[in-house]
């Protein structure tokens, strides 16, 4: 483990902020609940034991290794759940160059792709700390019943991974699935080195113990000397402004950008103090974003194994959260968009409105101002903070249409500003919080588009194509009463539309 880069020299180790850092980087190795103050002192104390997992996870192994030989003969694995649920083992099992399909979207399109395996070859697997998100319970339906309707036992092909005494740890038990239990006391984005990132890794083959004994590893060394972890708070904290660019180029650990962006976006987004990942695609200079990378050349560049970044940016996290005076723990604001999702189904319905937009280019409908695309985003990019980001939210296939993320990089070229991209609904488990209780000074364009299918979800009175409008529109709701600029483009015609959006954005 070792840090590097070109903010090295405004590290100031004399700073009584450094000192105060220290001295919070002690108590948090004792546990200490209230080093973020009264108000989150109730939540910390039952969020804190994420800093024993790299030894109490070992606890697991043997379940592990049962787990591992049962579905050994299952080639495919899927793996449903959202946020830190799915991050965590998506970058695992792509550093280890493992075979997992991440179900972490209720896009039918995406969705499709998850139930084309070989039925009687294919273990599920359902994270969820409640068993209430509606992602999660509307995907575990839809296997149970496809397991079913294939003359298979689902509880031969499922595994759920949830809270002890949860109500989807009860419904399973009762109805004979294999269950693990996570603890309770780790919060979602602090759950990698969980059950929550441990199943899933151990299913698709990879030594979750050798994980541990890394994390332990790195753990063990900054307690007896803390200057690398108070070092990256420093910086994170004192030194870099709202803007934080991270890359996975050149460090063989992709996906780690995207688990990163979660955990600083949704712990240190509110109160308007945050600090926001702009995950981008390879290390790019830029003086109003402090860069963060794990290879090669940056501001900050953190050099250590996959478990040990884990752990690193968890503590790191936890000291930053102190440092800006804010509770890293909570997500005050993620009920907001699903709320508002719950009341659309409401009025709904279960049958999807129709909507007419104001103006049409091609295949591209265009809700809000602008009468062609190209007039459309003249119009929004001069409407955006002079300090501010863009946020683009994608509620698409994010395996058949990923050309969509390269609207990101292009944006950001053109107007010189941070621009962030994320996959929807996944990002309202992630960058969600800090759209609604980070820096007020966000640009938001949704991209939706007319599935070419749509799938029931079981017990429901609606489908995911339902759902998912519901979502992206519900989100649009909770920004729009906050007055954020927010344009929305859906594509009737998905590839056209792309074509047509990345060939706009090139001309502005």
């Given at each position: 483990?070792k840090?590097?880069?070109h903010?090295?020299?405004?590290?100031d180790?004399s700073d009584?902020?450094?000192?105060?850092?220290?001295q919070?980087?002690?108590?948090?190795?004792k546990k200490?609940?209230?080093?973020w103050?009264?108000?989150?002192q109730?939540?910390?104390?039952?969020?804190l034991n994420?800093?024993d997992?790299?030894?109490?996870s070992r606890?697991l192994l043997p379940?592990?290794?049962a787990?591992?030989?049962?579905?050994r003969d299952?080639g495919?694995v899927?793996?449903?759940?959202?946020g830190g649920?799915s991050l965590?083992?998506?970058?695992?099992?792509?550093?280890?160059?493992?075979?997992?399909?991440?179900?972490?979207?209720t896009d039918p399109d995406?969705?499709a792709?998850?139930?084309k395996g070989?039925?009687a070859?294919?273990?599920?697997?359902?994270s969820s700390?409640?068993?209430?998100t509606?992602?999660t319970?509307?995907?575990?339906a839809?296997?149970e019943d496809?397991f079913?309707q294939a003359?298979l036992a689902?509880h031969?092909?499922?595994?759920i991974?949830?809270d002890p005494d949860s109500?989807?740890?009860k419904?399973?038990?009762?109805?004979?699935?294999?269950?693990i239990?996570?603890?309770?006391?780790v919060g979602?984005?602090f759950?990698?080195?969980?059950?929550?990132?441990l199943?899933?890794s151990?299913?698709?083959?990879?030594?979750?113990?050798i994980?541990?004994?890394?994390?332990?590893?790195a753990?063990?060394?900054?307690l007896?000397d803390p200057?690398?972890?108070?070092?990256?708070?420093?910086l994170?904290?004192?030194h870099a402004?709202?803007y934080?660019?991270?890359?996975?180029?050149?460090?063989?650990?992709?996906?780690?950008?995207d688990?990163?962006e979660?955990?600083v976006?949704?712990?240190?987004?509110?109160?308007?103090?945050?600090?926001l990942?702009?995950?981008?695609?390879?290390?790019a200079s830029?003086?109003n974003?402090f860069?963060?990378?794990?290879a090669?050349?940056?501001d900050?560049?953190?050099?250590?194994?996959?478990a040990?970044?884990?752990?690193?940016?968890?503590w790191v996290?936890?000291l930053v959260?102190a440092?800006?005076?804010?509770?890293?723990?909570?997500?005050?604001?993620?009920t907001?968009?699903?709320?508002?999702?719950s009341?659309l189904?409401?009025?709904w319905?279960g049958?999807?409105p129709?909507?007419?937009?104001?103006?049409t280019?091609?295949a591209v409908?265009?809700?809000?101002?602008g009468?062609?695309?190209?007039?459309?985003?003249?119009?929004?990019?001069q409407?955006?903070?002079?300090d501010?980001?863009?946020?683009?939210?994608?509620?698409l296939?994010?395996k058949d249409e990923?050309?969509?993320?390269?609207?990101?990089?292009?944006?950001?070229e053109?107007?010189g500003?941070p621009?962030?991209?994320?996959?929807?609904?996944?990002f309202?488990?992630?960058?969600g919080?800090?759209h609604?209780?980070?820096?007020q000074?966000?640009s938001?364009?949704?991209i939706?588009?007319?599935?070419s299918?749509?799938?029931?979800?079981p017990g429901?009175?609606?489908g995911?194509?339902?759902?998912?409008?519901?979502?992206?529109l519900?989100d649009g709701?909770?920004?729009?009463?906050?007055k954020y600029?927010?344009l929305r483009?859906n594509?009737?015609?998905?590839?056209?539309?792309?074509d047509?959006l990345?060939?706009?954005?090139k001309?502005?």
């Open positions: 483990m840090i590097s880069g903010a090295i020299k405004y590290i180790r009584v902020r450094y000192v105060a850092l220290t919070v980087h002690a108590r948090l190795a200490d609940s209230t080093i103050g009264p108000a989150a109730a939540e910390a104390s039952v969020r994420w800093i997992l790299p030894e109490s606890d379940a592990l290794d787990l591992y030989a049962k579905h299952k495919n899927v793996l449903c759940g959202m649920s965590g083992p998506e970058v695992i099992a792509q550093s280890f160059k493992k075979k997992l399909f991440i179900l972490d979207s995406y969705v792709h998850a139930l070989d039925l070859k294919t273990v599920v697997v359902v700390k409640s068993g209430s509606i992602e319970a509307s995907q575990r839809l296997f496809a079913t003359g689902p031969n092909h499922m595994v991974v949830t109500p989807l740890d419904q399973s038990r009762a109805a004979g699935f294999t269950v239990n996570a603890d309770p006391n979602g984005r759950s990698v080195l969980s059950a929550f990132g199943v899933p151990a299913l698709i083959g990879v030594d979750v113990s994980l541990l004994d890394n994390a332990s590893d753990k063990t060394a900054f007896k200057t690398l972890v108070v070092d990256i708070a420093y994170l904290a004192y402004g709202q934080l660019s991270y890359t996975d180029d050149g460090s063989a650990m992709p996906g780690l950008s688990w990163a979660q955990l976006a949704e712990s240190t987004g509110k109160n308007q103090v945050g600090r990942p702009v995950v981008i695609e390879k290390a830029n003086p974003v860069s963060v990378a794990y090669g050349s940056a900050l560049v953190v050099e250590a194994d996959l040990a970044q884990f752990i690193i940016w968890e996290t936890a959260g440092a800006l005076e804010l509770d890293p723990f909570n997500q005050p604001n993620v907001e968009a699903k709320e508002q999702t009341a189904l409401k009025e319905g049958v999807l129709v909507f007419t937009a104001p103006h280019d091609g409908e265009i809700f809000g101002e009468v062609d695309l190209a007039n459309s985003l003249k119009l929004f990019t409407g955006i903070h002079k501010g980001y863009v946020a683009i939210m994608a509620y296939d994010r990923a050309r969509i993320s390269e609207i990101r990089s292009m944006l950001s053109k107007i500003k621009v962030t991209f994320g996959w929807g609904p996944r309202l488990h992630s960058t919080q800090f609604k209780g980070g820096q000074n966000g938001f364009l949704q939706t588009g007319t599935p299918t749509d799938i029931a979800i429901q009175i609606f995911f194509k339902t759902l998912v409008a519901a979502q992206a519900g709701k909770a920004l729009a009463s906050r600029p927010l483009f594509l009737t015609n998905r590839s056209a539309g792309i047509q990345l060939d706009a954005v001309k502005i």
